[in-house]
């Protein structure tokens, strides 16, 4: 008999960085009622009943047994077929309805096609080896790999949509987090990270930490046990520049970890979990970025976070970030000096919340900015014929990051988030303007526009106008710029002929 299919399982088989991301997607099925199994690595077991919604169904996958798998890929995918039974077995019974993978290695992919979920969203893995997407935000994360640094789309948000696509309907976009309060605790250097070129060199750590300390500052450093060495010799070096700091490295186990980290001033670290930790809970943080770190895809999604990114992305070294500007840009997450401008060869940028219409967050600075999620998606559904496999997408993402391109949807953001146009109208206009010209038209359509739309606030017939608005914009041949102008001032004219009421006439004006 074959077992009766429900609820969703999430295949999280990353780091504690990973999983931290993945939480605003568990809260908003659980807010929803939905049934939710979780799997991850057995590693991360502790930090799970931390952090993880009350009801959530952990299973564990051993860190051998995924090590095994891996080895039996490279191998070929035949040859991986007994590993993947067993980590299925390990997993134990499951028959989800539908499954979103957020692991975005092939062994994912691997365990993830095993289940046979009737939906499944994320990378999967054939029998043969090839690598299958279903739907445009499964294809996204293989697509921003291939087009590396061209993807612009924080990867919180890309987990949090592939839930979506899955499940068939929108989910509450969720608030940044933000600190409720100022902390007196002390700032929190986080001392290591999983891959050794994401770790910020110990001497730097040691200079900030002295410089903090000359402003009356207590500083403690944090990691895991396997940061000690590291911590101990970070302490030694900031004691030889006179400053006296806490090594908690090692000595606190997860469930303390996150309410002391809850309690502390100010986070300063790589792109690893800690820093992503202090993030989602709101505490005031700036993330330090190099190598293959990427701040427009793993930055912090905290309203005022603050990221430091060395560039080029894949090309960098943390020793790029000096101790002053890292400094300078503490002294602006604690609210008692301006965000810093970047220095060369390195950008800061600073999140906020993109707001409604678009969703997301965005990492404001002097480089192309994150893109808004649906705005994105929106763009790629504008051109008819377009199917969504990772190749196509990788394509569509580097040629969208031409830097002629980044005005254009700059104004095509602010015209949607205005109300102006609708994510889908702007994206619109967006795909049939090409290069420089895009900034230059979306710009002129916008200050019609923003006049039209007063007008259609003050006439009765306003319903109907915007219908025909929308299918002038759906209508809409690429030719010069000046067309998008004047169809929209025609338009509106003749509305204001019509107008009975005093109180067109502004905007009447306007045009």
Same mark, same amino acid.
């Given at each position: 008999?074959?077992?009766?299919?429900?609820?969703?399982?999430?295949?999280?088989?990353?780091?504690?960085?990973?999983?931290?991301?993945?939480?605003?997607?568990?809260?908003?099925?659980?807010?929803?009622?939905?049934?939710?199994?979780?799997?991850?690595?057995?590693?991360? @077991?502790?930090?799970?009943?931390?952090?993880?919604?009350?009801?959530?169904?952990?299973?564990?996958?051993?860190?051998?047994?995924?090590?095994?798998?891996?080895?039996?890929?490279?191998?070929?995918?035949?040859?991986?077929?007994?590993?993947?039974?067993?980590?299925?077995?390990?997993?134990?019974?499951?028959?989800?309805?539908?499954? #979103?993978?957020?692991?975005?290695?092939?062994?994912?992919?691997?365990?993830?096609?095993? +289940?046979?979920?009737?939906?499944?969203? /994320?990378?999967?893995?054939?029998?043969?080896?090839?690598?299958?997407?279903?739907? +445009?935000?499964?294809?996204?994360?293989?697509?921003?790999?291939?087009?590396?640094?061209?993807?612009?789309?924080?990867?919180?948000?890309?987990?949090?949509?592939?839930?979506?696509?899955? $499940?068939?309907?929108?989910?509450?976009?969720?608030?940044?987090?933000?600190?409720?309060?100022?902390?007196?605790?002390?700032?929190?250097?986080?001392?290591?990270?999983?891959?050794?070129?994401?770790?910020?060199? @110990?001497?730097?750590?040691?200079?900030?930490?002295?410089?903090?300390?000359?402003?009356?500052?207590?500083?403690?450093?944090? /990691?895991?046990?396997?940061?000690?060495?590291?911590?101990?010799?970070?302490?030694?070096?900031?004691?030889?520049?006179?400053?006296?700091?806490?090594?908690?490295?090692?000595?606190?186990?997860?469930?303390? +970890?996150?309410?002391?980290?809850?309690?502390?001033?100010?986070?300063?670290?790589?792109?690893? /979990?800690?820093?992503?930790?202090?993030?989602?809970?709101?505490?005031? $943080?700036?993330?330090?970025?190099? %190598?293959?770190?990427?701040?427009?895809?793993?930055?912090?999604?905290?309203?005022?976070?603050?990221?430091?990114? %060395?560039?080029?992305?894949?090309?960098?070294?943390?020793?790029?970030? #000096?101790?002053?500007?890292?400094?300078?840009?503490?002294?602006?997450?604690?609210?008692?000096?301006?965000?810093?401008?970047?220095?060369?060869?390195?950008?800061?940028?600073?999140?906020?919340?993109?707001?409604?219409?678009?969703?997301?967050?965005?990492?404001?600075?002097?480089?192309?900015?994150?893109?808004?999620?649906?705005?994105?998606?929106?763009?790629?559904?504008?051109?008819?014929?377009?199917?969504?496999?990772?190749?196509?997408?990788?394509?569509?993402?580097?040629?969208?990051?031409?830097?002629?391109?980044?005005?254009?949807?700059?104004?095509?953001?602010?015209?949607?988030?205005?109300?102006?146009?609708?994510?889908?109208?702007?994206?619109?206009?967006?795909?049939?303007?090409?290069?420089?010209?895009?900034?230059?038209?979306?710009?002129?359509?916008?200050?019609?526009?923003?006049? +039209?739309? @007063?007008?259609?606030?003050?006439?009765?017939?306003?319903?109907?106008?915007?219908? $025909?608005?929308?299918?002038?914009?759906?209508?809409?041949?690429?030719?010069?710029? /000046?067309?998008?102008?004047?169809?929209?001032?025609?338009?509106?004219?003749?509305?204001?002929?019509?107008?009975?009421?005093?109180?067109?006439?502004?905007?009447?004006?306007?045009?």
């Amino acid at each position: 008999m074959t077992p009766r299919r429900h609820g969703t399982l999430l295949l999280q088989l990353e780091r504690l960085g990973d999983l931290v991301q993945t939480l605003p997607a568990l809260q908003a099925l659980a807010a929803a009622g939905e049934p939710v199994t979780l799997v991850i690595r057995e590693a991360l @077991a502790p930090w799970a009943r931390a952090l993880v919604p009350a009801g959530t169904d952990v299973r564990l996958v051993g860190d051998r047994s995924l090590a095994a798998l891996i080895e039996a890929l490279s191998a070929g995918p035949e040859e991986a077929q007994g590993a993947i039974a067993l980590v299925r077995e390990e997993i134990g019974p499951a028959s989800p309805a539908r499954l #979103v993978n957020l692991t975005w290695h092939a062994a994912g992919a691997a365990v993830a096609s095993a +289940f046979g979920a009737p939906r499944s969203a /994320g990378p999967l893995l054939s029998r043969e080896g090839e690598r299958l997407a279903a739907g +445009f935000w499964g294809a996204y994360p293989v697509a921003a790999w291939d087009a590396r640094p061209a993807g612009r789309v924080l990867l919180s948000d890309v987990r949090r949509l592939l839930v979506e696509e899955v $499940c068939g309907h929108r989910l509450p976009e969720p608030e940044l987090p933000r600190a409720a309060r100022r902390s007196r605790g002390p700032v929190a250097l986080v001392a290591g990270a999983g891959a050794a070129a994401r770790r910020w060199p @110990a001497e730097h750590q040691a200079r900030l930490a002295a410089a903090l300390h000359r402003e009356g500052l207590p500083v403690a450093l944090v /990691g895991g046990p396997e940061d000690r060495a590291l911590g101990e010799e970070i302490a030694r070096r900031a004691r030889e520049l006179g400053a006296d700091v806490q090594n908690l490295t090692g000595k606190l186990p997860p469930s303390d +970890f996150v309410a002391w980290l809850r309690e502390a001033r100010l986070v300063v670290g790589p792109d690893t /979990g800690p820093t992503h930790l202090a993030a989602a809970s709101g505490v005031p $943080c700036v993330m330090l970025l190099a %190598a293959s770190a990427h701040a427009w895809e793993t930055g912090p999604a905290a309203e005022g976070a603050i990221a430091l990114q %060395a560039l080029p992305v894949g090309r960098s070294s943390m020793e790029d970030l #000096v101790p002053g500007l890292v400094e300078r840009a503490a002294r602006a997450a604690l609210g008692e000096a301006p965000l810093p401008r970047g220095e060369a060869g390195v950008a800061v940028l600073q999140a906020r919340a993109a707001g409604d219409p678009l969703g997301g967050a965005v990492l404001d600075g002097e480089d192309p900015p994150v893109r808004s999620p649906r705005l994105l998606l929106a763009a790629w559904g504008a051109v008819p014929g377009r199917e969504p496999t990772p190749d196509a997408l990788t394509a569509a993402l580097r040629e969208e990051a031409d830097p002629s391109r980044a005005a254009a949807w700059n104004r095509a953001a602010a015209l949607a988030r205005r109300g102006t146009l609708a994510a889908d109208e702007a994206a619109r206009l967006l795909a049939r303007r090409r290069g420089a010209g895009a900034g230059t038209a979306l710009r002129e359509a916008g200050r019609s526009l923003d006049a +039209f739309a @007063a007008l259609l606030g003050a006439l009765p017939e306003g319903r109907l106008l915007s219908a $025909c608005l929308k299918v002038l914009l759906e209508n809409l041949p690429p030719e010069a710029p /000046g067309s998008v102008v004047s169809r929209v001032r025609e338009i509106a004219r003749r509305a204001a002929a019509v107008a009975a009421s005093a109180a067109a006439t502004p905007a009447v004006a306007a045009l």
